[in-house]
């Protein structure tokens, strides 16, 4: 449980105090809120019209949320329960779009949290998409290929009557890769008697995916964090950098910072942290974690000049560049004191929420460049719905193009939250800047659709 750092206006306190109690026990919801209506004080003065048609409370509310039962059978025959939502958050902007998460820690409040964030985040992107999320409080670890297919073609069962490429756009997140996309489609595919390619982002290449949708996230993190350290008359060229989690976001940030020229020493899973001086070697990491799905700390058995640290934490490594790509709250206001000592100069977020308020706040008062993950990790969606572009076009782009976009679009929202932050008299305030710009892109369409 973490506290909320900032101060809200009196203004927006009471529309607060009536989020918590609406939403009772749902802590990673009430910290996503608090932490966009700190912004908003500003907003509000300004643009008086927007607490007139009651836009903040409305963005509070999902527009739906559907909760049901996922049973399912293993491969011993043994019956299982899980629980699935899909959160169905604001569609002002676009159909609902946003991930599914499979993982043990998913109820209602990491959903909504997820929803919440995505709708500014998917503002951001300048692409007309809404906003949403889902998941499960399934845990895929060591469930066979046959486990996961009966498990996602049950969820499909029921999910598939909300979805539609105009209505509601699912994707992948923390436990959802193209295996189980490939898996969601196929059986939507089958319910529905419709090959409708743009329901659903991340397929795979020779069914509708888009090249560079894999890299995406952790490609568009780090030309965020290269865009923060350029206005700055910094480069990522020679800096060391430190990555958490193992995962896609993590492996494609890895990948790309390499590219750029920077050096990453470590990164980690749930269970420990890996520590390699020299530059961790992709090609091996990628083997461990997308071929054979196995642990982290396989690596430093592998690679005899690298470090496991069992329950490590990675955030005492020292590294100019930190990019938080694993959870929420993996990185707190001590973790964020320890890197500012440590000589960081930029951290970027890959995950969604992984930096406590007391940890966002240490950084920005130290003067970190430091990028919001609605804003540092919107490539991933943006180009999500690239791929849906394709498919309603019937075409395919190559690898270049698709990256060209990507990045385009990573220094146009840089630029929005940058100049955003200014126009607000609070230079380098991207968590305002990012906040602010989304927040009156959405309310304004709110505003001219009326009272729905
Ligand atoms: P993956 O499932 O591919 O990888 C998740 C990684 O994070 C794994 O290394 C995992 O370790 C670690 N992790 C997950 N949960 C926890 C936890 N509770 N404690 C410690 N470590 C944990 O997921 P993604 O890479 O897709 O997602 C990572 C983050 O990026 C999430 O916050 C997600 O919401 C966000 N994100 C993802 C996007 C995407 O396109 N995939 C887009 C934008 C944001 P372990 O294997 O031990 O569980
Ligand atoms: O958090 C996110 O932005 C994602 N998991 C990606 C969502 C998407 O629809 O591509």
Not at 194 to 223: I, P
Not at 230 to 259: D, F, M, P, T
Not at 313 to 325: K, M
Request: hydrophobic share 35%; aromatic share 8%.
């Amino acid at each position: 449980m973490t506290t909320m750092a900032g101060k809200l206006d009196e203004k927006i306190t009471p529309i607060y105090q009536e989020v918590l109690q609406r939403n009772p026990g749902e802590s990673e919801f009430h910290q996503a809120v608090h932490e966009v209506l700190e912004s908003l004080g500003r907003v509000i003065v300004k643009y008086p019209e927007f607490a007139d048609h009651k836009i903040i409370q409305r963005i509070c509310e999902p527009e739906r949320q559907v909760i049901f039962r996922v049973p399912w059978q293993d491969d011993r025959g043994e019956v299982h329960i899980n629980r699935a939502f899909r959160v169905e958050f604001n569609s002002a902007l676009g159909p609902y779009k946003g991930g599914m998460r499979f993982h043990p820690s998913v109820y209602l409040g990491v959903i909504k949290f997820l929803g919440f964030e995505q709708i500014f985040k998917n503002a951001l992107t300048g692409l007309p998409i809404g906003g949403g999320k889902g998941g499960s409080d399934f845990d895929p670890k060591g469930r066979s290929d046959d486990e996961i297919m009966r498990f996602c073609q049950s969820l499909m069962t029921e999910l598939y009557r909300h979805l539609g490429e105009y209505t509601d756009v699912p994707a992948g997140d923390i436990g959802v890769g193209q295996r189980e996309i490939g898996y969601l489609f196929g059986q939507y595919k089958r319910i529905t008697n419709r090959y409708e390619s743009g329901v659903l982002t991340g397929k795979g290449l020779d069914w509708g995916g888009s090249l560079v949708r894999r890299e995406a996230t952790g490609y568009g993190t780090v030309f965020f964090a290269q865009e923060m350290l350029r206005a700055r008359g910094e480069s990522l060229e020679g800096r060391k950098c430190v990555v958490s989690g193992s995962g896609n976001v993590a492996i494609y940030a890895a990948e790309q910072l390499i590219q750029l020229g920077a050096k990453v020493i470590a990164c980690s899973d749930s269970n420990g942290v890996i520590v390699h001086e020299a530059g961790i070697d992709l090609d091996l990491l990628k083997q461990i974690k997308e071929v054979e799905r196995r642990r982290i700390r396989d690596y430093a058995d592998r690679c005899t000049d690298a470090r496991y640290i069992d329950r490590g934490n990675i955030w005492d490594i020292p590294c100019d560049v930190a990019i938080p790509a694993a959870t929420e709250n993996e990185l707190s206001g001590s973790d964020a004191k320890k890197l500012v000592e440590n000589g960081c100069i930029a951290v970027a977020e890959g995950a969604n929420m992984p930096t406590t308020p007391e940890g966002v706040h240490v950084f920005q008062d130290a003067g970190v460049a430091y990028g919001p993950g609605k804003a540092a990790n919107a490539g991933g969606v943006a180009t999500s719905a690239l791929e849906m572009q394709q498919n309603a076009s019937r075409d395919s782009w190559t690898f270049e193009y698709t990256e060209k976009r990507l990045q385009q679009i990573m220094q146009d929202i840089h630029h929005t939250c940058h100049e955003t932050a200014e126009e607000f008299g609070v230079p380098g305030n991207y968590v305002l800047g990012a906040n602010i710009a989304a927040f009156l892109k959405v309310g304004r369409a709110m505003v001219a659709m009326g009272l729905v």
